[in-house]
């Protein structure tokens, strides 16, 4: 059976109104896209974020009268002919549908990210299983690869590693499947810890090399401390992950735009020597290493 299918552009603020208003309408099912390919980034515990920019998809049956529906939305909220795209979607197996989209990925010169349905394209390379989900990376963003390449080309084999925000666990779990002995992810959503774990054990890794938890614990300084967050929340940390940095250690700093650099580079200056950002569609990573 087709469906019909309505795509909407809205804003972030506009989403619980908007998903409300398509179900009274009778969509069998509401869902939300990035419409402008912007990262979104979870910073309170337990929070769902939505882009600014959010395209809201909608499903109704065949036999729906969709001019109606039209006719509808545009009396009931901003929405104009512009806002408004309609498709007719032939029936299929939807989960397949939405597993083919995702394909095994690699990042620098021996480092692959692999969905569980797939098969590793170069078994002897190194090869990280995560699936991609809505609330954290799977390396898709461009802030991700940056971090993931840098992983890859540095030489992180027998070294200790703190992963600040680590999401689903992809840059711990890449560190510790490169030869790190000791690595410890830190995020302040608990749904973050147990993605962590959950990802570390599907990759085969000890608990003893690999854990993660909420902020408060005392660490170490570590060799490497790789921090993929936002420019605001890097600023305002530049205590606790220079504290976390050993003297001639790497701190490796994304989530940033490339116009923010300067100014992660400046709150960093006084312990840190930091190199030019590395920038890809638009974002930036910075490394910097701690003066002895």
């Not at 098969?119 to 995560?130: G, I, K």
């Not at 992963?163 to 959503?189: E, F, H, P, T």
């Not at 116009?259 to 312990?271: F, G, P």
Request: glycine share 6%; charged share 25%; aromatic share 6%.
């Amino acid at each position: 059976m087709p469906w019909q299918q309505i795509k909407a552009r809205i804003t972030d603020t506009e989403a619980e109104h908007m998903e409300q208003l398509f179900q009274s309408l009778g969509a069998v099912s509401v869902s939300f896209l990035d419409a402008e390919d912007e990262a979104v980034f979870q910073l309170e515990p337990g929070a769902t974020p939505l882009w600014q920019q959010t395209l809201l998809s909608a499903l109704f049956e065949e036999d729906t009268p969709i001019d109606e529906i039209l006719l509808t939305l545009k009396s009931a909220s901003r929405l104009s002919d512009e806002d408004l795209v309609v498709e007719t979607i032939e029936d299929q197996d939807w989960e397949r549908a939405w597993m083919d989209e995702f394909k095994p990925m690699k990042f620098g010169e021996r480092l692959w990210i692999c969905p569980s349905w797939t098969s590793p394209p170069d078994e002897s390379a190194v090869n990280v299983r995560l699936d991609p989900g809505l609330a954290f990376g799977s390396g898709t963003h461009p802030t991700t690869a940056l971090c993931l390449e840098w992983l890859d080309g540095e030489p992180v084999s027998g070294k200790t590693v703190i992963d600040y925000g680590c999401g689903s666990g992809i840059l711990a779990i890449a560190a510790a499947l490169l030869g790190a002995k000791r690595i410890i992810g830190v995020d302040n959503d608990p749904q973050a810890v147990t993605a962590t774990e959950s990802n570390r054990q599907e990759n085969g890794i000890d608990a003893a090399v690999l854990t993660a938890h909420l902020p408060g614990e005392a660490h170490e300084p570590a060799d490497i401390v790789i921090a993929n967050i936002l420019s605001g929340p890097l600023v305002e940390l530049e205590p606790i992950l220079s504290s976390l940095t050993k003297p001639n250690g790497k701190l490796v700093l994304s989530g940033l735009l490339d116009e923010q650099s300067q100014a992660l580079i400046n709150a960093y200056a006084d312990d840190f020597d930091m190199e030019p950002p590395v920038v890809r569609d638009g974002w930036a990573r910075i490394v910097g290493t701690r003066r002895a």
